[in-house]
T-cell receptor, first 110, second 111 residues
Framework: DTAVSQTPKYLVTQMGNDKSIKCEQNLGHDTMYWYKQDSKKFLKIMFSYNNKELIINETVPNRFSPKSPDKAHLNLHINSLELGDSAVYFC?????????FGPGTRLLVL | DAKTTQPPSMDCAEGRAANLPCNHSTISGNEYVYWYRQIHSQGPQYIIHGLKNNETNEMASLIITEDRKSSTLILPHATLRDTAVYYCIVRGKTSYDKVIFGPGTSLSVIP
């Protein structure tokens, strides 16, 4: 049973396109997150939602828009993709302080 | 910026204990020390956390100094599958506190 799942695993797309990444957790957690890990392997938080409410919004371009339709889902929509958006995007969830991460979505923008 | 400093890399012989140090000299009284690891670009995996006391679970032990300015993660019998990047993180008590990952320590377990 996968606790935190993401789709797709891999995403290859052209510059300028719009794409979405989906995340689902079956742990019953209240809080969900999106992280970006770039080519230098630094893992940086982008957004955090608690009970569908945005609570952390780092300095991320407006082209990135998270959406939480319910507590179990946090999707990430990216408009007008740029080369610099190429990275691995990780979703995570937590109840309390311990975070559980998904397997990642590897995004390559050509 | 991360509130912790870790050596960039370490080696450990298979079957030996791996001791991974972490400095967090600016930690405040209500902040926890957390350890995660990331195996070959998989999602980070929670290992252990503590506030003041030493902690042990099935994966590792966490030793926190009395002044709380540093800690050591101990993998008692390292295996090849423990080769990973290990992140030491200091964080507050609420969901609103950001988790900031530093570059971590790349541990190589050698046969």
């Amino acid at each position: 049973d996968t606790a935190v799942s993401q789709t797709p695993k891999y995403l290859v797309t052209q510059m300028g396109n719009d794409k979405s990444i989906k995340c689902e957790q079956n742990l019953g957690h209240d809080t969900m997150y999106w992280y970006k890990q770039d080519s230098k392997k630094f893992l940086k938080i982008m957004f955090s939602y608690n009970n569908k409410e945005l609570i952390i919004n780092e300095t991320v371009p407006n082209r990135f828009s998270p959406k939480s339709p319910d507590k179990a889902h946090l999707n990430l929509h990216i408009n007008s993709l740029e080369l610099g958006d190429s990275a691995v995007y990780f979703c995570a969830s937590s109840q309390g302080l311990t975070q559980y991460f998904g397997p990642g979505t590897r995004l390559l923008v050509l | 910026d991360a509130k912790t400093t870790q050596p960039p890399s370490m080696d450990c012989a298979e079957g030996r204990a791996a001791n991974l140090p972490c400095n967090h000299s600016t930690i405040s009284g209500n902040e926890y020390v957390y350890w995660y690891r990331q195996i070959h670009s998989q999602g980070p995996q929670y290992i252990i956390h503590g506030l003041k006391n030493n902690e042990t679970n099935e994966m590792a032990s966490l030793i926190i100094t009395e002044d709380r300015k540093s800690s050591t993660l101990i993998l008692p019998h390292a295996t090849l599958r423990d080769t990973a990047v290990y992140y030491c993180i200091v964080r507050g008590k609420t969901s609103y506190d950001k988790v900031i990952f530093g570059p971590g320590t790349s541990l190589s377990v050698i046969p």
